[in-house]
């Protein structure tokens, strides 16, 4: 790896380090990524927090494929040691907040793109999109962008998965649910209480077993995550809510998932989103085959990203995750990512574009 090319990459990622970028609040970074593109030459364009730009020799008789991955980051938490905004490097480790996940994916995709974007032999375009809002699924990232970006025919989303092939993601669904009972007092055998009838619905969210299982993802998991109910001890509650947090696997629909659950529970069951769909791309896609030419392995993922809202006019968009860093240092105390690894991304990228005629 030509260590020249990570240099600026690196003295970008410091700069995210040092600028706080929470979901919605991303304009300052938004910022430092436009300028890095402008001192590269790449003109550039910006939706909100949102910036991307399109290789100099975009051809619309080519097949595009995206290059994406975040600039927001989660907040600190309590256990951090560091200061969170100091990009402090000690040998071969870059400390810092968002520098796992995903600052190194970020500025590794943007050095390839930028070593790639004056190139006139590419096999396919490029399209370039450091989006805003991924840690919440806003509604103000990649999903308000891709109306406005060309059609897309592959995607590689930047996420630490120590540069190995992410071909297949859980969905989310979330579930309020509501268990209405009768109030009473505690004292007397009066009342209906919404808790205990809350019981059995809770029970058959822990026991149930979906019949499909994913052989890259396994079973649906579905978990009680929060529960609220009463007002005051001697008072039976009349209403109980609890929350489900249901990850959906390739082998169901979101609305499938919904209409099972409204079959075996007694609860009002209304989803906040069916947004976040299980997602991923065909083992035998070439850019799969690419990777797995390089010696890369494929896994399906637990954790969300922006590829569950990869979709242009009703097109889910196959996509593949990938991108240095691990997984397991994401929303951690004292987060970090190694400098080799970013260099060894960005040789992991070029490879892997390479595979598929790019660069």
């Known amino acids: 790896m030509n260590t020249s090319i990570a240099t600026p990459a690196i003295a970008l990622l410091k700069q995210l380090i040092a600028t706080p970028s929470m979901s919605r609040e991303e304009g300052a970074t938004g910022d430092l990524i436009a300028t890095y593109l402008d001192q590269n030459g790449v003109v550039y364009d910006r939706l909100g927090h949102n910036v991307w730009a399109k290789n100099r020799h975009f051809d619309p008789t080519k097949p595009t494929l995206l290059l994406n991955s975040h600039h927001d980051t989660v907040k600190p938490n309590p256990s951090w040691t560091r200061d969170p905004f100091a990009p402090v490097v000690e040998g071969d480790v870059l400390y810092g907040l968002?520098?796992?996940?995903?600052?190194?994916?970020?500025?590794?995709?943007?050095?390839?793109?930028?070593?790639?974007?004056?190139?006139?032999d590419l096999s396919h375009n490029l399209v370039m999109a450091a989006t805003a809002e991924e840690e919440i699924s806003g509604r103000g990232g990649i999903e308000s962008l891709l109306p406005h970006l060309p059609p897309l025919a592959v995607a590689i989303v930047g996420e630490p998965t120590q540069m190995q092939l992410a071909i297949a993601e859980k969905g989310l669904l979330v579930l309020d649910c509501t268990v209405t009972g009768r109030a009473g007092h505690a004292a007397r055998d009066e009342g209906d209480n919404a808790i205990y009838k809350a019981l059995p619905d809770m029970q058959w969210f822990q026991t149930y077993a979906y019949p499909k299982v994913s052989p890259l993802l396994g079973?649906?998991?579905?978990?009680?995550?929060?529960?609220?109910?009463?007002?005051?001890?001697?008072?039976?509650?009349d209403v109980c809510t609890f929350t489900v947090d249901v990850r959906v696997t390739e082998q169901y629909t979101l609305e499938e998932i919904?209409?099972?659950?409204?079959?075996?529970?007694?609860?009002?069951?209304?989803?906040?989103?069916?947004?976040?769909?299980?997602?991923?791309?065909?083992?035998?896609?070439?850019?799969?085959?690419?990777?797995?030419?390089?010696?890369?392995?494929?896994?399906?993922?637990?954790?969300?990203s922006d590829q569950a809202l990869l979709t242009q006019n009703g097109r889910v968009i196959p996509s593949l995750k990938c991108g240095p860093g691990r997984s397991e240092r994401s929303h951690t105390a004292d987060e970090f990512v190694l400098l080799s690894e970013i260099e060894a991304g960005i040789a992991g990228y070029r490879a892997l574009l390479a595979g598929i005629g790019i660069g």
């Open 258 to 304: 919904l209409a099972i659950v409204r079959d075996h529970v007694s609860a009002t069951v209304t989803p906040r989103s069916v947004r976040l769909r299980p997602s991923g791309i065909a083992p035998g896609h070439p850019l799969v085959q690419a990777g797995l030419a390089l010696g890369r392995t494929t896994y399906g993922s637990p954790t969300l």
């Open 219 to 237: 079973p649906v998991k579905q978990s009680v995550t929060m529960v609220e109910a009463g007002t005051q001890h001697n008072v039976v509650p």
């Open 98 to 120: 968002g520098s796992n996940d995903a600052g190194g994916c970020l500025v590794s995709l943007l050095a390839t793109f930028v070593a790639l974007y004056d190139r006139t």
